[in-house]
């Protein structure tokens, strides 16, 4: 068997890396601007394309056709996480600065139930087969459609909704059949 029909996975991986390393780094001045036009700051930006490097980077490989069109929309997405969340915590501040003890009790609480489950989500994504998991990642947290999933990774579209079914199911799953994790009384220390 010839050096290039060989099955290890390390060549192909080596190569999948290099060309995302040379795909992201062409695509590193579009995707800072895309990003600086929606969150008002450059070196905001900068830090979001760096985080989406990193994200890339320590995951496996997923298999795109057009991955400079991909990692745009990621960026594009990233940026629309990173304006929600902010907005999130300029309400937070806002309630805090107002003096709202209560409000700001209740979403504490609300908090540590959206923590909860979000971990229970976590924990039943990471059980899911890697393939399904993949899948849902890309159409929940990456924007993609179920025909752009099943082109990428030449499937069907019926496979690929029966993967997000999959996955569906075992997210509504883990937070249905959680028990409530104890608070302490309101007013309690």
Same mark, same amino acid.
């Given at each position: ?69 991909? /990692?745009? #929309?990621?960026? @594009? ?6 304006? $929600?969340?902010?907005?999130?915590? &300029?309400? *937070? ?44 990642? /890309?159409? #929940?947290?990456? @924007? ?6 099943? $082109?990428?990774?030449?499937?069907? &579209?019926? *496979? ?30």
């Amino acid at each position: 068997m010839s050096p290039t029909t060989q099955n290890d996975g390390s060549e192909g991986e080596s190569s999948a890396r290099a060309r995302f390393i040379q795909v992201f780094m062409a695509q590193r001045a579009r995707m800072e601007a895309l990003v600086s036009r929606r969150v008002g700051c450059r070196a905001t930006a900068s830090d979001l394309v760096q985080e989406l490097f990193l994200r890339f980077w320590g995951r496996a490989q997923v298999k795109v056709e057009a991955l400079d069109t991909y /990692l745009m #929309r990621c960026a @594009g997405n990233l940026a629309i996480d990173h304006l $929600r969340s902010e907005s999130s915590r &300029q309400r *937070a501040l806002a309630d805090v600065s107002q003096g709202s003890a209560h409000l700001v009790s209740q979403t504490l609480e609300q908090t540590l139930e959206v923590d909860d489950d979000l971990q229970r989500i976590e924990n039943a994504l990471r059980a899911l087969p890697e393939r399904t998991r993949q899948i849902f990642l /890309l159409n #929940r947290v990456h @924007g993609c459609t179920y025909s752009e999933i099943a $082109r990428a990774m030449h499937l069907s &579209q019926s *496979a690929v909704e029966k993967h997000m079914m999959r996955a569906l199911q075992a997210c509504k799953a883990s937070v249905a059949q959680a028990a409530p994790i104890p608070r302490p009384p309101r007013g309690t220390p």
